[in-house]
């Protein structure tokens, strides 16, 4: 079964921190996402990596920033970290063909 | 850009049907989708219907699609109380490895 998991289920961060939050999958899969999910706005996705080193913007990148630098591992930075960034975090990954597996998600709160 | 939409929220009562719908933009995508994520965890896949076919069944679930209308349909039937989710629709926008998803809706099954 592939595997996705996220380094933390939930996280309490102060407004200014850098944060990190880490995905990885255990299938080789190529693309590998970043998705916020709010109530009433579904998920929004914030960036996607394609290959290693490879990485575009998806919808909503401002105030956010991503790392691949290994294919299992994709990294999603905040640099300075604010109130309007507590959602629910969903990584992904998928390789060419048909799906998606998801993580079980990050829970951040920015105070 | 290619939006998707779907009702925020569905009440039943055990052992019906229930009908989720959504709508979409893209007329070409290869793929449509139907995700459930239980209450604090990831999406998981439901079941995929490929864009030349009308309906799939699958146990429980029906999914239909009409490609004139670009809407799609999840059915459930004899819903039980484990099916109380959020159900998210998703279209592959083609030609790329994005995934489109929908707002969710909220299925509450009453006993």
């Known amino acids: 079964d592939v595997k996705v998991t996220q380094s933390s289920r939930y996280l309490v961060k102060r407004t200014g921190e850098k944060v990190f939050l880490e995905c990885v999958q255990d299938?080789?899969?190529?693309?590998m996402f970043w998705y916020r999910q709010d109530p009433g706005l579904g998920l929004r996705l914030i960036y996607f990596?394609?290959?290693?080193?490879?990485?575009e913007k998806g919808d909503i990148p401002e105030g956010y920033s991503v790392s691949r630098e290994k294919k299992e591992r994709f990294s999603l930075i905040l640099e300075s970290a604010s109130t309007n960034q507590t959602s629910m975090y969903l990584c992904?990954?998928?390789?060419?063909?048909?799906?998606?597996?998801f993580g079980p998600g990050t829970r951040l709160t920015v105070l | 850009g290619e939006d998707v939409e779907q009702s925020l929220f569905l009440s039943v009562r055990e052992g019906d049907s229930s009908v989720i719908n959504c709508t979409y933009t893209?007329?070409?995508?290869?793929?449509l989708y139907w995700y459930k994520q239980e209450p604090g965890a990831g999406l998981q896949l439901l079941t995929y219907?490929?864009?030349?076919?009308d309906m799939k069944q699958d146990q429980r679930l029906t999914v239909l699609l009409n490609k004139k209308d670009k809407h799609l349909s999840l059915r459930i039937a004899d819903t039980q109380t484990g099916d109380s989710a959020i159900y998210f629709c998703?279209?592959?926008?083609?030609?790329?490895?994005?995934?489109?998803f929908g707002t969710g809706t909220r299925l509450k099954v009453l006993a």
């Open positions: 992904a990954s998928s390789s060419d063909r048909v799906r998606e597996y």
């Open positions: 299938m080789d899969h190529e693309n």
């Open positions: 990596s394609y290959d290693v080193k490879m990485k």
């Open positions: 893209d007329s070409s995508s290869t793929y």
């Open positions: 219907i490929f864009s030349n076919m």
């Open positions: 998703a279209e592959r926008e083609s030609g790329t490895y994005k995934y489109i």
